[in-house]
């Protein structure tokens, strides 16, 4: 059974570029979350769907963030524009009920030069 | 802000010798998980522990609940160099569909 697919493992792009991520979840999974992680931050919820409904974005840090769930098979998170800042590895992650447990992918980290 | 403080930040011993990670958390759980993440890779679920639970084994892990302390500890028995990574408690802060992550204790095993 595949897990989480994360797609591109790696981006490099130039300050003020859109980037988009992309994410495949576990079939079947309700749940679908984006994280950030850095070294100063840690790992922070940036957003969760359920059933392809934002459920809580509070996490998102501006509106150059935004997320979506077209089907069940397939989410984005894209910065527009992108900075420096927003350097990272990004994971998405999904579950069949909630918070427990979550399936994660293997990120994107993302370089904004 | 982050629910779940892991300790200590980094750990090194030898194969064959135990590692305890302990983990505080500041507000009601239903449950209390530890995750696994190694180089450049997602995190792994290990075990899930629920408020009503005071200890739990899978394989070489055990991991203990106290809720009156808010804590929670992970032993990792007679390690191996496999067992090398970042190792994460997350809580539900009470029934929340979310997760709050620690920042992990950096697990190094010598061979």
């Known amino acids: 059974d595949a897990g989480v697919i994360q797609s591109p493992r790696h981006e490099v792009t130039e300050m003020g570029q859109e980037v988009t991520l992309r994410c495949k979840p576990i079939s079947g999974h309700d749940y679908l979350f984006w994280y950030r992680q850095t070294m100063m931050r840690g790992l922070e919820l940036l957003i969760y769907f359920n059933n392809n409904v934002p459920i809580d974005d509070s996490g998102m840090p501006e509106d150059r963030f935004s997320a979506k769930m077209p089907n069940a098979s397939f989410s984005t998170l894209k910065i527009q524009p992108s900075e420096p800042r927003d350097s990272a590895v990004y994971f998405c992650a999904s579950s069949d009920r909630g918070p427990q447990p979550q399936h994660f992918g293997d990120g994107t980290r993302l370089s904004i030069l | 802000s982050q629910q779940g403080e892991e300790d200590p930040q980094a750990l090194s011993i030898q194969e064959g010798e135990n590692a305890t990670m302990n983990c505080s958390y500041k507000?009601?759980?239903?449950?209390l998980q530890w995750y696994r993440q190694n180089s450049g890779r997602g995190l792994v679920h290990l075990i899930l522990?629920?408020?009503?639970?005071r200890e739990k084994h899978s394989g070489r892990l055990r991991v203990t609940l106290d809720t009156s302390k808010k804590s929670s500890s992970l032993l990792i028995t007679a390690s191996r160099a496999a067992d090398t990574a970042s190792y994460f408690c997350?809580?539900?802060?009470?029934?929340?569909?979310?997760?709050?992550f620690g920042k992990g204790t950096k697990l190094t095993v010598n061979p």
């Open positions: 522990i629920r408020s009503n639970e």
């Open positions: 507000t009601s759980i239903n449950n």
């Open positions: 997350a809580t539900d802060g009470g029934g929340s569909e979310k997760l709050v």
